[in-house]
């Protein structure tokens, strides 16, 4: 065996320019949460995508089961996998609490207290152009949000998470919470 490393002096491959990734500022996202021009059940989807950042299959998973409204709490503990639509526990296995916003008392109301808050999931396969045309019809332009080039990439529906995590660290949330 050699006594030393011989990939000591190989430099590692030249990955490129790094992307930056979207977040929406609080003025864009009230502009799509304002929209009538964009669906309401998508305008919901976005909303608690952005204040309690969960992954899209999580979002697509709640029950009004996992809602303790007079606890004030949500049990994030399940996600449904993209491709086969079997539900089952979430990435990395890691179930949470979260507390509940005022839209989810509307949702649960509405579909009677019981079983999806969404009967009919309102998202399209294509999440992300899906998001970027609601975004144009509230007229939220910003060039970034749009066009990925060398060191940005456009926006997509997992950014929305990225946007309320973002929104918690600029108003000096403590990181062990935001985890």
């Given at each position: 065996?050699?006594?030393?490393?011989?990939?000591?002096?190989?430099?590692?491959?030249?990955?490129?320019?790094?992307?930056?990734?979207?977040?929406?500022?609080?003025?864009?996202?009230?502009?799509?949460?304002?929209?009538?021009?964009?669906?309401?059940?998508?305008?919901?989807?976005?909303?608690?995508?952005?204040?309690?950042?969960?992954?899209?299959?999580?979002?697509?998973?709640?029950?009004?089961?996992?809602?303790?409204?007079?606890?004030?709490?949500?049990?994030?503990?399940?996600?449904?996998?993209?491709?086969?639509?079997?539900i089952r526990e979430t990435r990395g296995n890691r179930p949470r609490r979260v507390?509940?916003?005022?839209?989810?008392?509307?949702?649960?109301?509405?579909?009677?207290?019981?079983?999806?808050?969404?009967?009919?999931?309102?998202?399209?396969?294509?999440?992300?152009?899906q998001l970027r045309r609601a975004l144009a019809r509230a007229m939220v332009l910003?060039?970034?949000?749009?066009?990925?080039?060398?060191?940005?990439?456009?926006?997509?529906?997992?950014?929305?998470?990225?946007?309320?995590?973002?929104?918690?660290?600029?108003?000096?949330t403590d990181l062990r919470r935001i985890q």
């Amino acid at each position: 065996m050699r006594p030393d490393d011989p990939s000591a002096q190989v430099t590692p491959p030249d990955r490129g320019a790094r992307k930056g990734k979207q977040f929406l500022y609080p003025s864009e996202m009230l502009a799509v949460l304002s929209c009538d021009d964009v669906d309401s059940a998508v305008r919901e989807v976005y909303a608690l995508a952005v204040y309690l950042y969960p992954r899209v299959g999580e979002l697509e998973a709640l029950n009004c089961e996992d809602i303790y409204l007079h606890h004030g709490t949500m049990h994030i503990h399940r996600a449904r996998h993209p491709d086969s639509g079997e539900i089952r526990e979430t990435r990395g296995n890691r179930p949470r609490r979260v507390p509940v916003q005022p839209l989810l008392e509307r949702l649960v109301s509405r579909v009677g207290g019981s079983g999806p808050l969404w009967p009919e999931w309102p998202l399209v396969k294509d999440r992300s152009g899906q998001l970027r045309r609601a975004l144009a019809r509230a007229m939220v332009l910003r060039p970034e949000l749009f066009d990925g080039a060398e060191t940005r990439k456009a926006m997509t529906f997992h950014d929305l998470r990225a946007t309320g995590i973002t929104w918690e660290a600029i108003v000096g949330t403590d990181l062990r919470r935001i985890q």
